[in-house]
Nanobody, 123 residues
Framework: VQLQASGGGLVQAGGSLRLSCAAS????????MGWFRQAPGKERDFVAA????????YYADSVKGRLTISRDNAKNTVYLQMNSLKSEDTAVYYC?????????????????WGQGTLVTVSS
């Protein structure tokens, strides 16, 4: 499985961005997809996850109500719609994939990772 994240950029606080992650491979629709982020000097933290069929989602408390994860299995793509952005959302955002749904916020459960896309929110 190969993952290619895109859509990052510079945005003002309160603005919006949509990140995309295109995946290769025939098993996309059976795998959980997740987004993580890593701010400078910090660890890579969980942001959101979506189940293979899209029926279940899970978010970090810090992004609930502002960020929305979705997927289009026909296009092998997962999205992260980011609204009401804050300066603390500045980070490199990574998409990742894993089998199953248990403990989806755990970084170690993901077996394939994309290269990351930088989001910078100016205040």
């Amino acid at each position: 499985v190969q993952l290619q994240a895109s859509g990052g950029g510079l945005v003002q606080a309160g603005g919006s961005l949509r990140l995309s992650c295109a995946a290769s491979g025939r098993t996309f629709s059976s795998r959980t997809m997740g987004w993580f982020r890593q701010a400078p000097g910090k660890e890579r933290d969980f942001v959101a996850a979506i189940s293979g069929g899209g029926g279940s989602t899970y978010y970090a408390d810090s992004v609930k109500g502002r960020l929305t994860i979705s997927r289009d299995n026909a296009k092998n793509t997962v999205y992260l719609q980011m609204n009401s952005l804050k300066s603390e959302d500045t980070a490199v955002y990574y998409c990742a994939t894993r089998p199953g749904w248990l403990s989806v916020s755990r970084r170690g459960g993901y077996d394939y990772w994309g290269q990351g896309t930088l989001v910078t929110v100016s205040s």
